[in-house]
């Protein structure tokens, strides 16, 4: 195996392989999706602003990530490549803008990485608080590089499964806080529409808002991972479409009921919200609180598999997208020549070092802890999501202008967005 593993060249003879089906596009964009930023940060933005302002911006931010996701979709479906938007980038606009994305979006992912350890360290730590979050960091690195070691199809297979498992539990808490919230649930009557009423849903002004727009963008950022993952798709022409189809209003639909389930039953001021914003206790995870309060005593263990498993689900796709984009610009002469190496299963194992390295960034918890440096890398992947969003507008564009200078029908694009926001036809 392990010969195979290190067999390979950087000459484009060892390709990625298309191994991924429709179900595990599906999955990836959703489980890369909803992890931390869901589970343990969502909070946050209803503390900083009240649950009303934190309800609108994941609106408003949910329709930015609707644009950008169709518009990715009718690029990818055509030209279905690893690197997606910063091959787009080159192609359509300028090999400087392609770089820039690139290596823009490889930062992205990379500093996901250590913020996705973090979490996970300090959820294992409210189980047994013996090791340090850098030790617990180490243990959980190794079977998720292994796993990304042998097939692209192990990354999906196990992407799907991790998803299905936080997609039932995001359903749960839907179900169980809404039913809670009516005062369904016998000798613990919920708080109705208290949380809105008196001038509680929008607080702090513009400027507290505004800031819930970090929160935002770093909980929706990764949806755009079923792009990047066309490129090993096995029949990208018709699995893209229908996975994005199917994903976006789903994890819309996650998000912006989560956020109304949180702040019907959680008031801004509660200390709980504040804590979970520096993930400093994982009892103080909005949903497990809500569980909590609705007479479910134990459900702060089980939470805590959940949210473990989310945490693992997201690093697993973070090193798959560091890996893939950096593969993609080495390939294209925007990175080190050995990052574009590929075994002959399809892996590229130098791009995976690099993520690894970068991944030793969570020792930095052991200077300032690790709810500051779970902060700082949340506001510059966030930051980084939206400067590639706001570029995908102008690449879709000019794809358009190029369709349309070689006079060609878009009947003819595999899928063709139902809005054309950022273009016209």
């Known amino acids: 195996m392990w010969k195979r593993i290190f067999t390979g060249n950087a000459d484009g003879a060892y390709q990625t392989k298309r191994a991924m089906q429709s179900r595990h596009l599906m999955m990836i964009a959703i489980g890369g999706t909803i992890g931390t930023g869901i589970f343990l940060s969502a909070g946050a933005a209803v503390s900083l602003a009240g649950p009303?302002?934190?309800?609108?911006?994941?609106?408003?931010?949910?329709?930015?990530?609707?644009?950008?996701?169709?518009?990715?979709?009718?690029?990818?479906?055509?030209?279905?490549?690893?690197?997606?938007?910063?091959?787009?980038?080159?192609?359509?606009?300028?090999?400087?803008?392609?770089?820039?994305?690139?290596?823009?979006?490889?930062?992205?992912?990379?500093?996901?990485?250590?913020?996705?350890?973090?979490?996970?360290?300090?959820?294992?730590?409210?189980?047994?608080?013996?090791?340090?979050?850098?030790?617990?960091?180490?243990?959980?690195i190794a079977p998720i590089f292994v796993m990304q070691l042998i097939h692209v199809r192990v990354y999906g297979e196990s992407e799907y499964w991790f998803a299905m498992i936080k997609v039932i539990m995001v359903i749960m808490f839907i179900i169980v806080g809404l039913i809670y919230d009516w005062g369904g649930i016998h000798k613990h009557p919920g708080p109705g529409l208290a949380n809105f009423q008196d001038g509680q849903a929008f607080i702090g002004g513009f400027s507290a808002f505004a800031q819930t727009f970090v929160y935002a963008f770093f909980s929706y950022g990764g949806v755009?991972?079923?792009?990047?993952?066309?490129?090993?798709?096995?029949?990208?022409?018709?699995?893209?479409?229908?996975?994005?189809?199917?994903?976006?209003?789903?994890?819309?639909?996650?998000?912006?009921l989560t956020i109304l389930t949180i702040g019907l039953n959680i008031n801004w001021k509660?200390?709980?919200?504040?804590?979970?914003?520096?993930?400093?206790?994982?009892?103080?995870?909005?949903?497990?609180?809500?569980?909590?309060?609705?007479?479910?005593?134990?459900a702060s263990h089980v939470i805590n598999a959940v949210l473990l498993t989310a945490v693992l689900s997201a690093t697993n796709s973070c090193f798959y997208a560091s890996s893939r984009m950096l593969l993609s610009m080495a390939r294209s002469g925007?990175?080190?020549?050995?990052?574009?190496?590929?075994?002959?299963?399809?892996?590229?194992?130098?791009?995976?070092?690099?993520?690894?390295?970068?991944?030793?960034?969570?020792?930095?918890?052991?200077?300032?802890?690790?709810?500051?440096?779970?902060?700082?890398?949340?506001?510059?992947?966030?930051?980084?999501?939206?400067?590639?969003?706001?570029?995908?507008?102008?690449?879709?564009?000019r794809f358009r202008q190029a369709w349309r200078v070689q006079d060609r029908p878009l009947e003819d694009l595999p899928y063709r967005q139902p809005l054309t926001l950022f273009s016209r036809s």
Not at 87 to 103: D, H, I, M
Not at 225 to 245: D, Q, Y
Not at 270 to 297: E, K
Request: some cysteine; charged content about 10%.
């Open 334 to 397: 925007h990175a080190p020549r050995v990052f574009g190496w590929v075994n002959s299963r399809g892996v590229p194992v130098p791009a995976l070092l690099m993520a690894l390295a970068v991944s030793f960034l969570t020792f930095l918890t052991t200077i300032w802890g690790e709810g500051i440096v779970f902060t700082w890398f949340l506001n510059l992947t966030g930051i980084s999501a939206l400067l590639v969003w706001g570029s995908v507008g102008g690449i879709s564009l």
């Open 52 to 140: 009303g302002s934190a309800l609108l911006s994941y609106f408003v931010v949910g329709c930015f990530c609707y644009a950008v996701i169709m518009s990715l979709g009718e690029m990818a479906s055509y030209i279905p490549v690893s690197g997606t938007f910063a091959v787009f980038g080159a192609r359509f606009v300028s090999p400087a803008l392609g770089f820039t994305l690139g290596w823009n979006y490889w930062l992205q992912w990379s500093l996901s990485i250590p913020s996705e350890l973090t979490a996970a360290a300090v959820i294992l730590q409210y189980w047994d608080a013996r090791l340090q979050p850098w030790q617990w960091a180490l243990i959980i």
């Open 224 to 256: 755009e991972l079923v792009s990047l993952a066309a490129g090993e798709s096995a029949n990208p022409h018709k699995t893209v479409p229908s996975a994005i189809r199917a994903t976006f209003f789903r994890i819309v639909l996650f998000y912006l």
């Open 270 to 298: 509660d200390p709980t919200l504040l804590t979970s914003a520096d993930n400093s206790d994982v009892a103080a995870s909005p949903i497990t609180v809500v569980f909590m309060r609705a007479g479910f005593g134990a």
